[in-house]
């Protein structure tokens, strides 16, 4: 129940006003905050629900401080499993006993999660790890729970043309192909010495190293790091850390992520993001939880960051021509109104200092305006537009004077310029050069078959067009038989109520409840 009014103040409408004035307020007051039990509730549904709520937690920007304060516990408090039951999940997995692989192993959990639970310990040699183990029986629990996620999408897209647009099937989909990669410790760990190598010796990422010797499908023994995390911003400050130079290399080192290498973190709440203070004036940041990773087509990259470009820009007219050439709008949409409604969402948004604009808000926005031009939600986009909103959340929790425009425009226009200058397409065809050289001998053969594709095409074409005529009469013939029947079930129907209205005999009563029934199957038939 909520225990006071203001709690209410939450609930928008007329629901608010229900319970406010309801006699709910005349029971009990729970000895919990809303916040905590809201926190609570989503603890209890499981790890799909509890990522939800991670996501929610890096957006101070969007929730009450009490709110966004109780859903950061999800990020690394999850209640613990016994630590018995780790130890033993342990040593099945190695085959092996505790003491033969580690001089110390730390009982009480470093950290726990949705998924998994960490233990701090040492390798024999004396190296500092820690332990990561996934939970007795979760995929159980995650099965379900999808299984749920997979009904309300289907019954949303058979409800809703918005629902429909928005490919809530295919999105939960990619979402279950997600998190079940999230129970295989050892992609992770592959994840994990991926992203280490695409920045070794970098200033902006640290990325810990996996032990390779000791880390199996259900658990995972990496090096163990020392930072401050990054949710604690008065420590970093009184540290002497330029917390400007830390927002803006957490943008570029996304950026990085999703242009440079493509492959990028894509669960970046603040749990998972400590930093390196060794050098407070050039602070580098150190990544953990290398689950859920994602990567872009070369198109869907090129469209985005030609996308970006043209926002920075604010050319309206090239975005709309990108969203019509890449299919992220219908072809036949009206360019110029398409075009005006941009604009008119945009300017009143670009007319704020750069540093006020919200990207999560600008984004929300953006699709809202969409909706009325038919843009259907890209799935393969989804994890990139989380991570964003994660990053830009993060940012501002750390200088709240976050430019992310102003920090992401030199990094894109530079990607832009590399992508198209010369020596870049020199370097693409001397790439391709083999299958090139390989495909030179065939060219004749091919010009020369052209003419006899070209022929078969039209005949296939024409073939089409005349199967397509025979399914058009098909299909009007059904239409007409069907109006048939059900004219026929209609007439069943009505003459079965008025033989029960009219109260006639039995005979005649099992014969009108007959033809009702009857009546009813030639209708819905």
Same mark, same amino acid.
């Given at each position: 129940?909520?225990?006071?009014?203001?709690?209410?103040?939450? #609930?928008?409408?007329?629901?608010?006003?229900?319970?406010?004035?309801?006699?709910?307020?005349?029971?009990?007051?729970?000895?919990?905050?809303?916040?905590?039990?809201?926190?609570?509730?989503?603890?209890?549904?499981?790890?799909?629900?509890?990522?939800?709520?991670?996501?929610?937690?890096?957006?101070?920007?969007?929730?009450?401080?009490?709110?966004?304060?109780?859903?950061?516990?999800?990020? /690394?408090?999850?209640?613990?499993?016994?630590?018995?039951?780790?130890?033993?999940?342990?040593?099945?997995?190695?085959?092996?006993?505790? !003491?033969?692989? %580690?001089?110390?192993?730390?009982?009480?959990?470093?950290?726990?999660?949705?998924?998994?639970?960490?233990?701090?310990?040492?390798?024999? /040699?004396?190296?500092?790890?820690?332990? $990561? #183990?996934?939970?007795?029986?979760?995929?159980?629990?995650?099965?379900?729970? =999808? $299984?749920?996620?997979?009904?309300?999408?289907?019954?949303?897209?058979?409800?809703?043309?918005?629902?429909?647009?928005?490919?809530?099937?295919?999105?939960?989909?990619?979402?279950? %192909?997600?998190?079940?990669?999230?129970?295989?410790?050892?992609?992770?760990?592959?994840?994990?010495?991926?992203?280490?190598?695409?920045?070794?010796?970098?200033?902006?990422?640290?990325?810990?190293?996996?032990?390779?010797?000791?880390?199996?499908?259900?658990?995972?023994?990496?090096?163990?790091?020392?930072?401050?995390?990054?949710?604690?911003?008065?420590? =970093?400050?009184?540290?002497?850390?330029?917390? $400007?130079? =830390?927002?803006?290399?957490?943008?570029?080192? %996304?950026?990085?992520?999703?242009?440079?290498?493509?492959?990028?973190?894509?669960?970046?709440?603040?749990?998972? #993001?400590?930093?390196?203070?060794?050098?407070?004036?050039?602070?580098?940041? #150190?990544?953990?939880?290398?689950?859920?990773?994602?990567?872009?087509?070369?198109?869907?990259?090129?469209?985005?960051?030609? @996308?970006?470009?043209?926002?920075?820009?604010?050319?309206?007219? !090239?975005?709309?021509? =990108?969203?019509?050439?890449?299919?992220?709008?219908?072809?036949?949409?009206?360019?110029?109104?398409? !075009?005006?409604? +941009?604009?008119?969402?945009?300017?009143?948004? %670009?007319?704020?200092?750069?540093?006020?604009?919200?990207? &999560?808000?600008?984004?929300?926005?953006?699709?809202?305006?969409?909706?009325?031009?038919?843009?259907?939600?890209?799935?393969?986009?989804?994890?990139?537009?989380?991570?964003?909103?994660? +990053?830009?959340?993060?940012?501002?929790?750390?200088?709240?004077?976050?430019?992310?425009?102003?920090?992401?425009?030199?990094?894109?226009?530079?990607?832009?310029? /590399?992508?198209?200058?010369?020596?870049?397409?020199?370097?693409?065809?001397?790439?391709?050069?083999?299958?090139?050289?390989?495909?030179?001998?065939?060219?004749?053969?091919?010009?020369? @078959?052209?003419?006899?594709?070209?022929?078969?095409?039209?005949?296939?074409?024409?073939?089409?067009?005349?199967?397509?005529?025979?399914?058009?009469?098909?299909?009007?013939?059904?239409?007409?038989?069907?109006?048939?029947?059900?004219?026929?079930?209609?007439?069943?129907?009505?003459? &079965?109520?008025?033989?029960?209205?009219?109260?006639?005999?039995?005979? /005649?009563?099992?014969?009108?409840?007959?033809?009702?029934?009857?009546?009813?199957?030639?209708?819905?038939?």
């Amino acid at each position: 129940m909520l225990d006071t009014v203001d709690e209410t103040r939450h #609930i928008p409408g007329i629901l608010g006003s229900v319970i406010r004035y309801s006699p709910l307020h005349l029971l009990p007051k729970p000895k919990d905050s809303l916040a905590c039990r809201l926190r609570l509730t989503i603890e209890s549904l499981g790890p799909v629900f509890i990522k939800f709520g991670q996501i929610l937690s890096t957006r101070r920007d969007l929730l009450p401080e009490d709110f966004a304060h109780e859903l950061a516990k999800l990020q /690394d408090k999850v209640p613990s499993f016994p630590s018995d039951q780790a130890m033993q999940l342990i040593e099945e997995s190695l085959g092996q006993k505790l !003491e033969e692989v %580690f001089a110390r192993f730390d009982e009480a959990p470093l950290a726990s999660a949705s998924v998994a639970q960490v233990h701090s310990a040492s390798l024999l /040699d004396g190296t500092e790890v820690v332990v $990561k #183990i996934i939970r007795p029986q979760i995929e159980k629990v995650i099965q379900q729970d =999808l $299984k749920l996620l997979h009904t309300l999408a289907r019954t949303a897209e058979r409800l809703s043309v918005d629902a429909r647009r928005l490919h809530l099937i295919q999105v939960v989909e990619d979402y279950e %192909f997600t998190i079940m990669n999230e129970l295989n410790l050892k992609l992770e760990g592959a994840n994990t010495s991926k992203l280490r190598r695409n920045f070794a010796g970098s200033e902006l990422l640290y990325v810990p190293r996996v032990y390779w010797e000791h880390t199996r499908e259900r658990m995972l023994v990496m090096e163990r790091i020392y930072g401050t995390s990054v949710r604690e911003v008065e420590s =970093l400050k009184s540290q002497g850390t330029d917390m $400007k130079l =830390l927002a803006e290399r957490g943008v570029e080192t %996304f950026f990085t992520q999703v242009f440079n290498d493509n492959f990028f973190h894509a669960d970046m709440h603040p749990g998972n #993001i400590f930093i390196d203070l060794t050098k407070p004036e050039s602070p580098r940041y #150190i990544a953990i939880d290398c689950a859920i990773m994602g990567s872009l087509t070369q198109e869907d990259q090129r469209y985005l960051a030609h @996308n970006l470009l043209a926002f920075f820009n604010q050319n309206y007219k !090239e975005v709309v021509r =990108l969203h019509l050439e890449s299919g992220w709008v219908p072809t036949d949409t009206d360019a110029a109104a398409f !075009e005006a409604v +941009i604009r008119e969402v945009c300017e009143p948004i %670009f007319e704020k200092p750069l540093s006020e604009i919200s990207f &999560g808000y600008f984004l929300v926005t953006l699709f809202q305006t969409a909706r009325a031009f038919n843009m259907e939600v890209q799935p393969q986009l989804v994890l990139l537009q989380k991570t964003l909103l994660n +990053i830009e959340g993060v940012g501002r929790e750390l200088y709240p004077e976050l430019n992310l425009w102003e920090t992401a425009k030199p990094f894109m226009e530079g990607w832009m310029a /590399d992508r198209l200058s010369p020596v870049a397409a020199l370097q693409r065809m001397a790439e391709h050069a083999p299958e090139i050289v390989e495909a030179l001998p065939r060219i004749p053969d091919l010009l020369m @078959n052209t003419d006899r594709e070209l022929r078969l095409l039209r005949s296939a074409l024409k073939s089409q067009k005349q199967d397509l005529s025979e399914l058009n009469k098909k299909l009007a013939a059904r239409l007409k038989s069907s109006r048939r029947t059900r004219l026929v079930g209609a007439l069943l129907i009505v003459s &079965g109520g008025a033989t029960l209205y009219l109260q006639l005999a039995v005979l /005649d009563a099992t014969y009108a409840i007959a033809a009702i029934i009857a009546g009813i199957f030639l209708i819905t038939r």
